[in-house]
């Protein structure tokens, strides 16, 4: 009888324990904050600030820059991310797409815009005291 509750009371441990385990892959990255955003440009180094706010798994927000601030829409899914940033210029309006994976306070992924390619980091900015 005693081990009859000790199998029952194990597999109901290993199960919870997997039920976590799983609903919490399903949980989306918390990216909502202060990022910086840097990636290599023609001329060397370029830092942005990329600012988020989150609903869930919908993203919106502002890039900043030395242009001024463009919107953000985007996606987070677990730790996979995914946003656009509609830049409007002097020569036109273009869209610039961004897709990483968020691990803690560091993104990393690539960004597309028409046949060109960057990789990008960012670095979750940490609230002043």
Excluded: C
């Excluded at 955003?37 to 001329?43: A, D, I, Q, V």
């Excluded at 830092?47 to 502002?62: P, W």
Aim: hydrophobic share 35%; net charge neutral; charged share 20%.
């Amino acid at each position: 009888m005693k081990r009859n509750i000790l199998i029952v009371a194990s597999a109901l441990v290993l199960t919870l324990a997997f039920g976590f385990a799983l609903r919490a892959q399903d949980q989306p990255a918390n990216v909502a904050g202060a990022w910086q955003l840097t990636f290599e440009g023609r001329n060397g180094t370029v830092t942005q600030t990329l600012t988020l706010t989150q609903d869930g798994t919908k993203l919106s927000g502002t890039v900043h820059s030395d242009r001024g601030d463009s919107p953000v829409d985007g996606t987070i899914t677990g730790s996979a991310i995914d946003f656009t940033v509609k830049r409007t210029t002097p020569n036109g309006d273009f869209t610039i797409e961004y897709k990483g994976t968020v691990t803690a306070d560091t993104m990393k992924g690539t960004s597309t815009m028409g046949e060109n390619t960057r990789d990008w980091t960012a670095t979750r900015q940490k609230a002043a005291s």
